[in-house]
């Protein structure tokens, strides 16, 4: 076909597609009010459910409308279109479509002419007149009718069954209600930064602390409903109009179902649903520099750079608190400094770090001193946030000690006990005593004084623990020997001891042990005088050096013990200085060793060996004893369960519940074990349920324990070996 016959022809096909989009136009605007009529109709008889679905069927069928009238605009039509409103197509348009090789010689010439005068001329508008006398009617009576629809009063539960029951059309009675809508919208916490959004199911899975809110749609409309939980809470649903509504607040994992009045048909289908609570977790924190939680100070070090790195699920704050704690001095002299500073975090905003550097001079730190430093950070849960601390750090500036201690046997015990701080608080209190003697009368005087003496005392028997010295009690009898007299000698304290002063006792009943040996025996008085205490593997916890100064210390705290329980406080004063300078000297040594101590082992019956008594042994034929279950309840629900029984047993569901809430910690999924009773609840012999709570259940079971394997009876000689000891046995 040549190009002039091509365009004549596209001329002609696009003004008949004009033409048909025209008359499909035309038509469904001639059939759009009658829609919007019957579908608010429907709305207000039916509801929403029923108006969208009348909406989508009219729609439908106003489309299959406008199709099939704008496709009856075909090839004839346009040729008589054409001959009627064009004079110079001289009744020979079906030229143009005619098969060419039809056609005779003359009948091609007047095709051409025809051809020529199309594309010559202007293009053809056989596009039909709108139907605007049609449109204004329509638009006009679906006006007055939605209008009237609209504003016509409501009477109480009127609805499309009722509408007909009022012109004598009896609607058949619903056997079932059915869920025609539902939506649920979840709407997490502002601080966890996540959008609202609607759950086409009523099944959800939000962070903690969401707001969920239900809306439902029923047919027929029921009286009353309601949303059940599986811990007995209960939700009214509220109506507004044609929907039902209701809102909560998840706090926790949970199951429910929607439960209708009694009078109402049953639902189908009554599923249960679930909620599922993710709970926001603590912030975590973790130290990325230092790498150790003890650090000490290297030579010339200036300042101490710090970095913790934190994660949350939802978010950190974008500040954190850093407590960094100063102590000072040592001995009863240590001091404590805090303060609080603000670190600003860099990263996004659920993994922040956090990173500075201390100034050591600033701070103060000088050896000696410990430097405490701990970061903490909130997390950004709203209205009570989460918080994370970190380990403590610490920064130590060793002091010079001097040369340790060394060669001795033993542990090493770096830290001295707590009581070795009391000797100051005996000054204070003696000279707190001499500031009042003007107020006071001789006799409180004398008697405040005793008082201080005697806590002078305990703390004499404290330290001479540590020297392998007696506790003081009672009395004991006297030696009976000039050795012995030398020998509890070696036990009191250097020094003169004044006559009030209490003198040492021996505590542990050494003269009760001596009646039952011989007089004379060197074995009997070592037994009945003699001591472990001087042998200095049991006796020391000190070095040599160490043990020196302390009983210095204690000669001087004898000598202040006695002048405060005669009264005297002012002359006790320089007798417990020097024992506090010689105190503060023990605290500056840099071990204690601790003798070691071997095992003491129970001694043996000799009595009961070689002797061939068997009582107390058990015998070999005695039977195995059943093993008890540990959790009886559990054990016969799990065995109820079986679906091979025939006929099925009963199962206890009280029982079962009552179980599942003593034991809800050792459940992983407790939601899971709620549904699956619910489930065979409802259906008391499904197989599959019982199949599915008992799979729950097994992993409960305590592990069976391991059988005892049978014995092999061995070959005949071996049984004729094992009867002749039963033989023998039962003789």
């Known amino acids: ?7 004549a022809t596209a001329i002609l096909q696009r003004t008949l597609q004009q033409a048909r989009r025209r008359r499909g136009l035309d038509a469904a605007l001639r059939c759009l009010p009658w829609v919007v009529m019957a579908t608010t109709l429907a709305w207000r008889l039916g509801g929403t459910a029923i108006a969208l679905l009348l909406l989508l ?22 040729v008589r279109e054409l001959d009627a409103r064009r004079t110079d197509m001289d009744d020979s348009t079906d030229l143009l479509f005619a098969s060419t090789a039809k056609l005779t010689g003359l009948e091609h010439l007047q095709r051409r002419r025809l051809q020529e005068r199309i594309e010559s001329g202007p293009a053809p508008d056989l596009r039909p007149r709108w139907s605007a006398r049609a449109h204004a009617i329509g638009a006009g009576i679906a006006a007055l009718a939605v209008a009237a629809i609209l504003l016509w009063p409501a009477r109480p539960g009127e609805t499309f069954d009722t509408v007909l029951a009022s012109v004598g059309v009896t609607p058949a009675a619903p056997t079932q209600t059915t869920i025609v809508a539902q939506r649920m919208q979840v709407i997490p916490p502002g601080y ?41 809470r209960r939700i009214k649903l509220v109506r507004e109009g044609d929907e039902w509504r209701a809102s909560d607040v998840l706090a926790r994992s949970a199951l429910y179902r929607i439960v209708l009045q009694a009078d109402a048909p049953p639902l189908q289908p009554s599923t249960l649903h679930r909620l599922d609570a993710i709970p926001d977790r603590a912030p975590q924190l973790r130290v990325l520099e230092p790498d150790r939680s003890l650090s000490l100070v290297t030579p010339g070090q200036r300042s101490w750079p710090l970095a913790f790195e934190g ?16 102590a000072q001095g040592s001995g009863e002299n240590i001091t404590f400094r805090e303060q609080t500073i603000n670190i600003g975090g860099s990263g996004s905003a659920t993994v922040k770090r956090y990173a500075h550097r201390l100034d050591l001079a600033a701070l103060g730190l000088a050896a000696g001193d410990d430097l405490i430093v701990q970061l903490a950070v909130n997390d ?41 701080r009391s000797q100051r608080q005996i000054i204070i209190d003696a000279e707190a005593l001499l500031k009042e003697k003007r107020k006071l009368e001789a ?10 003496g005697v806590d002078q005392r305990i703390l004499r028997l404290r330290y001479g623990q540590f020297l392998g010295e007696e506790a003081e009690g009672e009395p004991k009898p006297p030696p009976t020997s000039d050795a012995d007299t030398a020998k509890t000698g070696e036990h009191s304290e250097t020094g003169t001891k004044p006559e009030t002063a209490p003198a040492p006792q021996d505590d542990h009943g050494h003269a009760e042990a001596g009646a039952a040996g011989k007089f004379g025996e060197e074995g009997a008085v070592l037994e009945e005088y003699g001591h472990t205490h001087d042998h200095a ?44 300078r010689f105190i503060k000297q023990v605290q500056q040594a840099t071990r204690i060793y601790l003798a070691r101590v071997g095992p003491e082992l129970p001694p043996i019956d000799e009595s009961r060996r070689m002797g061939g008594d068997r009582a107390g042994l058990a015998r070999r034929d005695d039977p195995l004893v059943a093993v008890e279950v540990a959790d009886p309840t559990l054990a016969a629900l799990w065995h109820s369960l079986d679906a091979s029984q025939v006929p099925a ?43 599915d709570l008992r799979a729950l259940l097994w992993p409960l079971l305590p592990r069976p324990a391991s059988a005892v394997p049978r014995r092999d009876a061995g070959d005949a000689t071996g049984r004729r070996y094992l009867d002749a000891l039963r033989q023998e046995e039962a003789k």
């Open 1 to 7: 076909m040549s190009t002039t016959t091509m365009g």
């Open 57 to 78: 069927v009219t729609m439908a069928a106003t489309l299959a409308f406008a199709i099939q009238r704008a496709r009856a605009l075909d090839t004839r039509w346009l």
């Open 192 to 232: 966890t930064r996540q959008p609202p959004r609607d759950e086409p199911t009523l099944d959800a899975k939000a962070p903690q602390g969401t707001r969920l809110q239900w809306t439902l749609r029923f047919a027929p409309q029921p009286k009353g409903a309601e949303l059940a939980f599986h811990d007995g």
């Open 311 to 326: 994660s949350d699920d939802y978010g950190l704050a974008s500040t954190a608190t850093l407590r960094i704690t100063l």
């Open 380 to 420: 950004n849960r709203a209205p009570d946030p989460q918080s994370a601390r970190s380990a403590s750090l610490i920064l130590r500036w060793p002091s010079d000690l001097g040369t340790e201690t060394t060669g001795l046997e033993g542990m090493v015990k770096k830290v001295l006990p707590a009581y070795f």
């Open 443 to 452: 006799e409180r005087y004398v008697k405040r004084s005793d008082e201080i």
């Open 537 to 580: 593997e049991a006796a020391t916890l000190l070095d040599p050096d160490t043990r020196k100064i302390l009983k210095s210390a204690l000669d001087e705290m004898w000598q202040s013990e006695g002048h405060l329980r005669q009264g005297h406080p002012e002359l006790a004063l320089p007798y417990a200085y020097r024992a506090l």
């Open 649 to 691: 047993a009963t199962i206890d569901f009280t029982a079962l519940e009552r179980w599942l809430r003593e034991h809800e910690s050792r459940l992983a999924d407790p939601l899971a074990f709620v549904a699956a009773i619910e489930a065979l609840r409802a259906d008391p012999d499904c197989t599959t349920c019982r199949a």
